[in-house]
């Protein structure tokens, strides 16, 4: 569907404020408020979005393969942006990580 009229004001500022939680997002560790908000904006923000599914994708090819599809300039962006470099750093060895 092509949204003519903007639901809501579309600023850069508004996205970074989602961006670096989208991290914990996919982690699954976001609280429950925030996850329902970023949710919800990630309706109207396809930006968000994209990003989510890339960074979802990233992370498991991460997972499995040992060189990732994206460009390395988009990477450093997304792990300057996210700060998930220290996750990504463990790629290798030490795959259970996750401490609930
Ligand atoms: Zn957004």
Redesign the pocket.
Known sequence: MNAAERPHE?TPE??RR??GSLGDYIEGTLGVELCHELEA??VV?E??RVVVNTLAKTISLYHQLPAPELPNAVKERLLAVLDLKPFLQNGTGSEDLQAE
Do not use: A, D, K, Q
Request: proline content about 0%.
């Open positions: 579309h508004n996205c989602y961006l904006h990630m923000c930006n968000c």
